[in-house]
């Protein structure tokens, strides 16, 4: 696997090794012990998988405040999706800065997203299935969102008028979004 900085410390892109043939092709999506020497030493205790059959479907952005506060690891399945995390960790110097990443079954690139972020990804093509691996388990009492089109985040979405949710529709701003992390 190989290990892409972003802008966000603790927020990583990966590329795994794809052994390709006549057959088709293998790799190793999740290592536990690679992923300790690169400073994600978690314990993944849930599996989520999605799938968006139009292309314009937008999916966020989500988190989860303390104390059942999630970390994510993303991958796509089939299809593409442009995923985008957003730092709300107050004390950050990376603090309300977003930034996007191409995810695809082609490029076969993960992302790993830490606790206090949110994220959120908008479908490229029709029938993407998303994969995401999380550290804590769904709590209804705990779930937050910001809303996909907020004017101070400013996010370069692929979309104009993404398909959404009516439950992502009612999401809150940026400003006015609980932050407990």
């Not at 104390?67 to 991958?75: F, G, I, N, W």
């Not at 107050?90 to 309300?96: K, M």
């Not at 993407?128 to 969102?145: L, Q, R």
Request: proline fraction near 4%.
């Amino acid at each position: 696997m190989r290990f892409i900085e972003t802008k966000f410390q603790d927020v990583k892109l990966f590329e795994t090794i794809v052994h390709k043939d006549q057959r088709g092709f293998f790799t190793e999506s999740y290592n536990y012990d690679i992923f300790c020497r690169n400073g994600i030493e978690i314990d993944f205790v849930q599996d989520n998988h999605s799938l968006s059959v139009e292309p314009g479907v937008l999916r966020g952005l989500h988190y989860q405040l303390n104390p059942m506060a999630q970390s994510k690891l993303v991958r796509v399945l089939s299809g593409a999706i442009y995923d985008v995390v957003v730092d709300l960790r107050e004390s950050s110097a990376t603090f309300g800065q977003w930034q996007g990443f191409i995810l695809s079954s082609d490029n076969k690139r993960q992302l790993f997203v830490p606790q206090g972020f949110a994220h959120g990804f908008c479908t490229l093509v029709s029938n993407t299935e998303v994969f995401y691996k999380v550290d804590n388990y769904y709590s209804p009492k705990h779930d937050c969102g910001i809303a996909w089109d907020d004017p101070d985040l400013n996010i370069d979405w692929p979309f104009s008028n993404p398909i959404i949710s009516e439950k992502d529709r009612d999401l809150k701003s940026f400003l006015k979004a609980e932050k407990n992390f």
